[in-house]
């Protein structure tokens, strides 16, 4: 690729205000259309063979109003009871008002007969379960905001209104500006120490922003052809920002090396583009190989999580070798202008670092360097023997979003596990009918009150009572008798009192962990019916999953035994239970295959079998030591006060998953811009030791400034809001800390000062017929003037 690559970079750089309006055109071509699309998330929880999505499946075909759930409008009043008289029209013309909302298909009144269950036993609390007929896919925030809207009587009778369910999830997603912010920031400052001129600094961070509009608004626009997980553009924003500018980096160091040794300015350009950028190219392919290789697992949401993200790293290895080589033709000269000091020596001084002193002190000690990091990656990883995969926790959301403000009040007034109530979907063989024998027994029950009612009138008579008085003395006193049970005679007539459906009832209500079963609701024909359980304990509480486990191995089994019923647990809360469990299953497979499929990178760009595989080991003892140390501040609560939670939480089951193929490919930034540089050394000299020394003297500054970039930019989300987000964050940053740290400028070259000429070898047959690859196509320079004439 060294040869077009320089050439990209020429034309760019000649025709630099060309490419640099197209790029401005097609982002904000890309974002009017983005914004034209809208921000349509959800998380898609299909996982074929499970018993989530078995329930979905039978809800959709049959009770389509029940598959989605519902989103409870929660009603909570701190000054008297809500069926009180002000209080109550306040809470009837708010539900009236929610029933008129485009979208809404059904909305329980808590005050009526029916909504008698959504009212908490102080009548303080009380929620509106809202049904659309739109999926949380299809859901827009206008459309959300019209739901919670809607309680605006109630709002102004001074109750306070929140909104819970996948609706309150669309408003209750924090904004990614500030950190997006202070990412920024601390880019601009580590530029600006790394490259010592304003006017080099601002390059990378055009190259992001203009990288991160377009790959936003593409996934935007995806949006409009698949489910776009929630997570997705602020994963894909993470990961834009860091690698956008540490491509622009290496890029732009290259050049600023090569004027300095009086390369021609067109011509610096060009080589950077060709060099630099060729391991820009090959870095950014590793990632999105990482990424896209997740496809693997069948997972949609994991799957489409990788995809988002790896559109942000293939629009940022473009900019970098499209837009910022167009930059860098503009800026000219003037690359060096605007020169800033900010320590002891100028970065384009030709003064030594103390990047030599330090590889010279490791390859003096090699052994000691081994052990001392080892042992400190091993104890770091320690605390992921307890890792246990879970779901989002909306508790761990901030108190100003409407869905932690809902989530609080249900379980104050009605307990946590109404936040994350399960679905029990049945089917029937045969359409459910009425219990005969309850029937025969209640007409058994008429009959005596009837006979009742005519001893009463017999007395009344004899009394001297008229026919006309005495009906109607039995009637009075038989009155409360008839309406009770002309209410049971009109329950017993429904479908849903079909022995196989209340004996089903009975079984759910007696599993440990269930606090309550809502009365079955039927289709029309009568073959389906979906119960709603809920758990004595959080949604995101190892009980609940537990309950789970134990209703689908045990009750539901012991139950349907022997009947012509089969029934699934669903909801949200059953699907991310499910995911969970499917991701603990694929996770050592996926680690394998991305593993296998950056060995076979690193061979052929090497062309080394102990490379790869030293690269291999080392990037699961860094990916370890970072699994560690999420696990100990999110799932134990080791100092989780410091990054905004108030308590522990779990680890979501997608995030280490994630996490291991963003930072296999990213590691591999740092792997191929060290070995490079060592590769290119050792066939200079055939030193391995000089080698060693000499590529870490030579990258030590770059590695250590594009890690510190990207660890701020991974940092600065920490601040976010959503504990997911909060999640990567923390576990990203980290990462690329001790890998850029503690492995690639202390285990690396101290394994590599060990094994010596050994780092290289490769068998004669299998060298014979891979092919020759030249990541940074330094070869293809050899004779300068040959290439500058071209």
Known sequence: MTAPLYRLGRFCSRHHILVIAAWIVAAVGLAVAGAAAGHRTSDDLTLPGTGSTKATDVLQERLPDQAYGSNPLVLESHHGRLD?????????????????????????????????????????IAYVPVSLDVSQSDLTKDEAQQVLDAGDPAREAGINVSLGGYAGQQLSKPSTHQSEAIGLAAAVVILLFAFGTATAMALPIVTAILGLVSSLSLISLFGLLTDVPTTAPTLATMIGLGVGIDYALFIVTRHKLQLRDDLEMQESIARATATAGGAVLFAGTTVVIALVSLAFAGIPLVTKLGCMSAVAVVVSVLGATTLLPALLGALGPRINSLRVKLGRTHPDDHRPHGWARWARGV???????????????????????????????????????????????????????????????????????????????????????????????????????????????????????SDELAKKKKRAESPATDPRLTDFSDDL??????????????????????????????????????????????????????????????GQTAGYIDLAERISEKLPAMIA???????????????????PAKAAIMNLLSVGAAYGIVTAVFQEGWGASLIGLERSIPIVSFVPLLMFAILFGLSMDYEVFLLSQIKEHYDESKRPTRAVIEGLANTGRVITSAALIMVCVFTSFVLNGDPVVKEFGLGLAVAIAIDATLVRCLLVPAVMTLLGRASWWMPSWLGRHLPRISIEGEDSFAKPSAQASR
Do not use: C
């Not at 008289?85 to 909305?107: F, G, I, L, W, Y």
């Not at 104890?379 to 779901?391: E, N």
């Not at 709603?532 to 012991?558: C, F, G, K, Q, Y």
């Open 593 to 611: 295959i991305v593993v296998g499929l950056s060995f076979v990178v690193l061979m052929l760009a090497f062309r080394s079998l102990v490379v």
């Open 509 to 570: 209500s007696k599993a440990p962990g269930v606090k309550s079963v809502s009365p079955p609701t039927l289709d029309k024909r009568g073959n389906a019916a979906v119960y709603t359980v809920i758990s004595d304990s959080a949604p995101s509480s190892n009980e609940t999953e537990d309950l789970v486990n134990h209703l689908r191995s045990t009750t539901i089994p012991t139950a349907t035994k022997g009947t012509d019923m089969t029934a699934h647990v669903g």
């Open 84 to 124: 009180e008289s002000s209080n109550k029209q306040a809470v009837d013309d708010a539900v009236e008002q929610v029933r008129a909302t485009p979208h809404v298909v059904k909305a329980v009144n808590p005050l009526s007969d029916k909504g008698k269950a959504l009212l908490s036993k102080d009548k303080k």
């Open 363 to 481: 390859a003096k000690r090699p052994w000691r360097s081994l052990v001392a990091s080892t042992a400190i990656l091993l104890v770091l990883a320690l605390p992921v023997l307890d890792l246990h995969l879970g779901q989002s926790d909306v508790g761990a959301l901030p108190t100003s979003t409407t869905a932690r403000q809902a989530y609080d009040a249900i379980g104050q007034g009605f307990g946590k596990g109404t936040n994350g109530p399960l679905l029990v979907a049945a089917e029937l063989g045969k359409p459910a009918k009425p219990d005969k024998k309850n029937l025969n027994k209640l007409d058994d029950q008429q009959k005596k009150l009837t006979q009742q009612q005519q001893q009463i009138e017999q007395a009344a008579v004899l009394e001297g009572a008229t026919q006309q008085q005495a009906q109607a003395e039995a009637k009075q006193q038989t009155q409360k008798q």
